[in-house]
């Protein structure tokens, strides 16, 4: 992770660096590993003039100890590892753009595909997604998508091979939330979206697969997109001539046994179009009337927390109210051992709390499963009571025996809408994380809201790995 913050973190290498290395000395005290001194140089001596000499040093007796102690052996350790990077060698090679932290990456992981180049504009996203992959840093673009394709010959170089992209671009451009992003075209009387900056993002990716013309590729938005699905067909023929045919599903998640309502429009399209048609079959196939997995199977064997007693401190942490990480082998049941792939995990991280104050705890308390804000319950201490018509979803509790309402990113601000059904808070980071179907050893970097973020914003896993499993039976 070193050579991570190096390239991007210039200005917080020291404080990053200092982070980093509180965090493998904690794992390694759980791992009854002292650190041990040696004058071998572990870590480029570039650092040295930004971490100064007392951290340079215990940096590089850090990685001493990791090397010495066969860290590329451990599920966790090998994480920090930089010789564990990797260039890609598959026959099986996809790009993520928008990657976010990785949930459509981890995916496609799942069903055999290697990542061959990655981009995001949101830094804490792409850490998160670096640690929790093997891929080289060189073939990570951190910016702007625009200044990928007005550069895309200084990168060709890494498209080689690659057999499919995938991306999700930013959707608030999409949203049916957003109705002035979109106008009725004159001749055609269809809906065709205003070029605003976050449509843009969109065409920059339609632009890149004009370049690398890939066997498939996969845009996942909200399902607002399918109002212009004819445009988007246009750009597509555009970009790339009548390469590719492609289809335009409409998918709810708990559809396929993940334990949360999530809509979503996602358009497959491939340059063989038997092959498309096929897919469409497959998928909707897959597709079940009845969920066995509810919201209780992905909170299943985590630690009782309550919220974080201190307003201004969100890296406070304590027993009673959770760990970033936390050495603790849980119990599993049928739907925690699907995502984490029969693997046992020896550490739970990303499950603490945030602050709420005494009348949202209250309010937490009082109300039932399944109530929302107008319920009569909490009508005497309902700050909002006088808006009710507006805030009628401020405070929302889910209900365990049913399937979460949708992960957004808005957890990043509160969790009044996803409030526990046992326990008077809002939900970890990790048990979002699980209704999104990662497995419990992907890690989140970054801060807790930023946490929240990354999972709100990601495709869940187990949808990206099924849409993935059915795209490569038709891979030449």
């Not at 759980?30 to 007392?54: F, H, M, R, V």
């Not at 753009?97 to 069903?111: D, E, H, P, R």
Request: include cysteine.
């Amino acid at each position: 992770m070193l050579e991570f913050y190096y390239k991007y973190h210039k200005k917080n290498f020291k404080k990053k660096s200092e982070k980093l290395l509180d965090e493998i000395l904690k794992i390694l005290k759980e791992e009854n590993i002292s650190l041990e001194q040696t004058e071998q140089l572990e870590i480029p001596e570039e650092y040295k003039d930004t971490l100064q000499p007392e951290l340079f040093k215990n940096l590089n007796e850090l990685y001493y100890t990791l090397r010495k102690n066969e860290a590329k052996k451990h599920p966790l350790l090998r994480k920090y590892l930089p010789e564990l990077k990797q260039e890609p060698d598959s026959d099986l090679l996809f790009a993520d753009f928008f990657s976010g932290a990785g949930g459509l990456s981890q995916g496609l992981v799942n069903a055999g595909f290697t990542p061959a180049f990655v981009n995001d504009n949101y830094l804490d996203a792409l850490e998160t997604y670096y640690f929790n992959h093997y891929l080289t840093l060189d073939r990570f673009f951190y910016g702007d998508i625009s200044e990928l394709v007005d550069n895309i010959k200084k990168y060709s170089h890494l498209f080689e091979g690659v057999k499919l992209i995938a991306g999700g671009p930013p959707c608030q451009g999409f949203s049916t939330a957003n109705r002035q992003n979109f106008e009725i075209d004159s001749e055609s009387q269809e809906k065709r979206f205003i070029e605003d900056k976050r449509n843009i993002l969109y065409k920059q990716f339609v632009k890149l697969l004009g370049f690398i013309k890939p066997e498939f590729f996969i845009i996942e938005n909200v399902r607002g997109m399918k109002k212009v699905e004819n445009q988007i067909e246009e750009d597509i023929k555009a970009a790339t001539g009548e390469e590719y045919s492609f289809y335009p599903f409409i998918l709810d998640a708990q559809d396929f046994e993940i334990p949360q309502s999530r809509i979503r429009y996602i358009l497959i399209g491939g340059k063989n179009f038997l092959s498309i048609g096929q897919i469409k079959t497959g998928l909707l196939a897959k597709q079940k009337t009845g969920n066995e997995y509810k919201l209780k199977d992905a909170l299943f064997g985590l630690p009782e927390i309550s919220t974080n007693p201190l307003k201004l401190n969100t890296d406070y942490e304590s027993e009673e109210h959770g760990y970033n990480l936390r050495k603790v082998i849980l119990e599993q049941n049928k739907f925690l051992k699907e995502i984490n792939k029969n693997r046992e995990i020896g550490y739970l991280w990303n499950h603490k709390s945030r602050y709420n104050n005494e009348n949202d705890l209250e309010i937490f308390r009082r109300l039932p499963e399944g109530e929302n804000s107008l319920h009569d319950s909490i009508q005497d201490i309902l700050v909002y009571k006088n808006r009710e018509h507006i805030f009628k979803d401020k405070y929302y509790k889910l209900k365990r025996n049913e399937v979460s309402k949708t992960i957004t990113s808005h957890m990043k601000y509160d969790c009044h809408m996803y409030i526990h059904p046992e326990q008077p808070r809002g939900l970890s980071p990790r048990e979002a994380a699980r209704i999104q179907t990662f497995p419990d050893d992907y890690i989140f970097r970054g801060s807790l809201n930023s946490w929240y973020k990354q999972i709100g914003n990601a495709v869940p896993v187990k949808l990206a790995e099924i849409i993935a499993k059915e795209i490569k039976h038709y891979i030449q």
